[in-house]
């Protein structure tokens, strides 16, 4: 074992360095919205795309909420539209105690054509002064703020995540799979 690591001790120090630098990096956007956790989700009033109903955090008190920060550029969040489309109506058609609100500082005309090409069905809140993206201290996309029943922020979530069907599924009703037709 010694002798390995010591044959290989250049790129076991390299995969250290980028290890850590990845770590740095995200350090960051973790120590921002740290703070926010266990603590009453930051209340906004915006519009969405539809002008006739605009969305308060607040009256969606007794649901559990996902905000989902995005933008039409963004590869990783264009990447997650068919699971979050696939989760929100599953989810909605059982009946659960749950919303999903997508949020997102890019001009409305992109928006409204981004959601008619992909089929969007869920709620699409506008933000173009950027008062929810910096209320929950957002710096990259995509970000999830997961709230709970109560109204308090549970976690955040970073980046692309490959499973995050099941992770809303699974949030939601306490299992990871789709339920019998």
Known sequence: ?????????FTLSLLALVIAFI????????????????????DFFLPTLDPERPVRLSDYRGKKVLLNFWATWCG????????????HAELTAAG??????????????????FAENHEIEYPIVLD??????????V??????????????????GHGADYILKQKIRFWVTGGIFEAAP
């Not at 770590?23 to 930051?42: H, S």
Request: net charge negative; with cysteine; glycine share 2%.
């Open 128 to 137: 173009p002064t950027g008062v929810a993206h910096e209320l929950y201290k």
């Open 139 to 156: 710096s990259l996309f995509p970000t999830m703020v997961w709230i709970d029943e109560d109204g308090r922020v549970e976690s955040f």
């Open 96 to 113: 659960e105690n749950f919303e999903m609100l997508s949020i997102t500082a890019d001009d409305p005309a992109t928006v409204r054509r």
């Open 76 to 87: 990783p969040c264009v990447r997650e539209v068919p699971d979050l489309a696939a989760v």
């Open 1 to 9: 074992m010694i002798e390995y690591l010591k044959s290989n001790f």
């Open 23 to 42: 770590l740095y990096q995200r350090l960051p956007v973790y120590m921002a919205t740290r703070p926010l956790v266990d603590q009453p989700a930051p």
